[in-house]
């Protein structure tokens, strides 16, 4: 009897030593829309954007998140892109007004799911002042036509 009861008691232990949250949804963002853009290298770049209202067109309206990840939308893959201070590496801006912006200073965006109608996966992004966006997110896809890069 004993040993029935030990394991779900590991379990429950385990979970409350974990000082995460459970990661749910984007509530404070809960809009999201990609799209293919050119990087500043000229390069192809994947942008994410996470909007408190929907987003009509691809310049949403602030607030915003706007994720760019360095690579086209063919070459993107499950996993994670790591935000860094590199145009090499994933960038992340927030938009909190029409002329505030605040560059991530670190945090994650993980792919779970990339399809012709968009992408899935979730973001853990860290702003300074003590902001921190973290969610799942189910963008939309909308291409832009007639873009070349490069």
């Keep these: 009897m004993l040993r029935?009861?030990?394991l779900p008691l590991a379990v429950c232990l385990l979970a409350a030593c974990n000082d995460e949250e459970p990661i749910g949804p984007l509530s404070d963002l809960p809009y999201a829309a990609a799209t293919?853009?050119?990087g500043p290298a000229d390069g192809p770049v994947v942008l994410i954007y996470f909007a408190a209202q929907p987003i009509q067109s691809l310049?949403?309206?602030?607030p915003f998140?706007?994720?760019h990840i360095p690579r086209s939308f063919a070459e993107l893959n499950t996993g994670d892109y790591?935000?860094?201070q590199s145009f090499a590496n994933a960038n992340?801006?927030?938009?909190?007004?029409g002329v505030e912006t605040k560059t991530a200073t670190g945090g994650i965006v993980s792919i779970t799911d990339v399809n012709s109608s968009g992408?899935?996966?979730q973001i853990d992004l860290d702003f300074p002042d003590g902001v921190r966006f973290r969610g799942t997110f189910?963008?939309?896809w909308q291409p832009r036509q007639f873009l070349l890069c490069g």
Excluded: K
């Excluded at 310049?59 to 602030?62: F, G, I, L, N």
């Design 119 to 121: 992408l899935a996966g």
């Design 59 to 62: 310049q949403p309206v602030a």
């Design 92 to 97: 992340a801006w927030f938009h909190g007004s």
């Design 138 to 140: 189910a963008s939309t």
């Design 65 to 67: 998140v706007q994720v």
């Design 36 to 38: 293919n853009s050119c």
């Design 4 to 6: 029935r009861a030990f």
């Design 82 to 84: 790591p935000i860094g």
